[in-house]
């Protein structure tokens, strides 16, 4: 029975092992600015994902700005990592590449969740998620929604997911 035992648990790591190998998942801890070929000749089942993770997020004359490390993870390349800070308008959800003014007032983010921001004189408020995350075959990554409380409407914030040799 033992001998059995060991051989489905060998059958089995195999058999995952082969799985990773085959979706291009070397687990490299290497980043360039963009993601590059990594030289391999595997054939991808997961093309990959962006992510948008903020560690900034401020407000200024009605404007929400957010800063944060953006990753691009495809199948069979070396991860891109770059840092990116966008403003966001809340009357049209129009997002621009920007830096935070440093005299811009500081949003405090939770430890968990959703980072919510009001904007002051409005009934509108910008949500972001730190965990938005998309295909790398997206052009925009969605990182959030407005909400207008006085009438209910919502309407997605997006920002560009090209990768950029900024």
């Not at 995952?16 to 687990?27: I, P």
């Not at 200024?60 to 069979?76: D, K, L, T």
């Not at 809340?90 to 621009?96: A, C, H, R």
């Amino acid at each position: 029975m033992r001998g059995r035992a060991t051989k489905w648990t060998c059958g089995i790591a195999a058999a995952l092992g082969a799985v990773v190998l085959a979706m291009g998942c070397s687990g490299s801890d290497d980043y360039g600015p963009c993601p590059v070929d990594d030289g391999s000749d595997v054939v991808c089942v997961w093309e990959g994902g962006i992510t948008f993770v903020p560690d900034k997020v401020a407000v200024q004359n009605g404007f929400v700005f957010v800063h944060g490390e953006m990753m691009w993870s495809p199948c069979a390349m070396t991860p891109g990592k770059q840092i990116r800070s966008y403003r966001i308008d809340p009357s049209t959800t129009l997002t621009t590449r920007m830096d935070v003014p440093a005299d811009a007032e500081p949003v405090p983010i939770p430890p968990t969740g959703k980072i919510e921001v009001k904007v002051e004189g409005t009934t509108r408020r910008i949500i972001i998620d730190p965990d938005a995350t998309i295909s790398v075959t997206q052009s925009k990554l969605p990182i959030g929604e407005l909400v207008n409380d006085d009438n209910g409407i919502t309407a997605p914030i997006e920002i560009e997911a090209v990768c950029s040799n900024e």
